[in-house]
């Protein structure tokens, strides 16, 4: 008798051992956990072996679990492979990526590159704003899908992936050291500015600002001359530039997500297709770092 394996099962199997979280795999999927939850245990039961036990630190793959693993993530690369090529083709319209200023030319340069030659009938529009304003922007419909950067925490979005958010200061500048400190941020909007005045405020830290006018170039020219100092995801920090340690006197900062973020209803074939590709791009990027 043949059986057959159900791509979704897998794919719901994949991201929860990506994961090790059923909370954090129906959050990534859109699905409830109750969802998740069943989708594994009907996996297991087609296969006739348990995929995952729980310990201390969460839930891990057992033995039947890591074998399936490295598979069934070769079944569904060679799915969207096909997929692609076969239904590639009738994917076109419109779709309205929103990216932080930071992470367009960084992070998702490559992405949209791969996006833009495997779907060419589907116009891109770019919007770059704060992560505020862009989800202000999907709430409202005026973008069909956004990567935002966040508190890590409880989110309605997809993690893609945790960043450092890091001092940032000219090499071998003086900025760092002076005070009140000058301080350069790209806009006032920006997700990470209450973070950084919060912890210079605990610190007592006096701080000024230098530039907050919603413009990446110009913040990394004030670094860059050492005017001010700023802050950004380590990933984002040109090679240039000093990710500044923590004997600087500056006070710590927390982690961010860059999460995924589409709206609950009505999301288009194309704008689906572009998240499957920052997803995988960023899934890729980690791998290699």
């Known amino acids: 008798m043949i059986r057959n394996l159900d791509t979704s099962l897998m794919r719901t199997f994949v991201t929860v051992a990506d994961k090790a979280s059923m909370t954090a795999a129906a959050n990534a999927l859109h699905l409830t956990q109750g969802a998740v939850s069943q989708q594994v245990k009907r996996l297991e039961e087609t296969l006739g072996c348990e995929l995952f036990e729980r310990d201390r630190r969460g839930l891990r793959l057992t033995h039947s679990g890591e074998r399936l693993f490295d598979k069934a993530r070769r079944l569904l690369s060679l799915n969207d492979e096909i997929w692609t090529e076969m239904v590639g083709s009738a994917v076109a319209g419109q779709v309205r990526l929103g990216v932080p200023y930071d992470l367009v030319g960084t992070l998702l340069a490559p992405v949209l590159k791969a996006y833009a030659e495997a779907y060419p009938q ?5 919007v770059c704003a704060s992560s505020p304003e862009l989800a202000a922007a999907l709430a409202a419909g005026t973008i069909d899908l956004a990567v935002i950067e966040e508190r890590v925490g409880p989110t309605s979005g997809e993690c893609l992936a945790i960043e450092r958010l890091v001092w940032v200061g ?21 997700a990470f500015r209450p973070v950084v005045l919060a ?11 230098v530039f907050e006018n919603g413009n990446i170039d110009a913040t990394t020219a004030t670094v860059r001359s050492d005017l001010a100092v700023t802050t950004w995801l380590a ?35 194309a704008a689906q297709e572009f998240a499957r590709h920052i997803r995988d791009g960023l899934a890729r990027r980690l791998q290699a770092a």
């Open 170 to 190: 000219a090499r071998g500048g003086v900025a760092r050291a002076k005070r009140p400190l000058p301080v350069s941020i790209v806009a006032d909007t920006c």
């Open 235 to 269: 990933s984002t920090v040109p090679a240039d530039l000093d990710i500044l340690p923590f004997d600087t006197g500056l006070p710590p900062l927390p982690n961010f997500a860059i999460n995924l973020h589409l709206p609950r209803h009505g999301v288009s074939t």
């Open 199 to 209: 912890a210079l405020k605990e610190h007592g830290l006096e701080w000024r600002s």
């Open 122 to 126: 589907v116009e891109i529009s770019l």
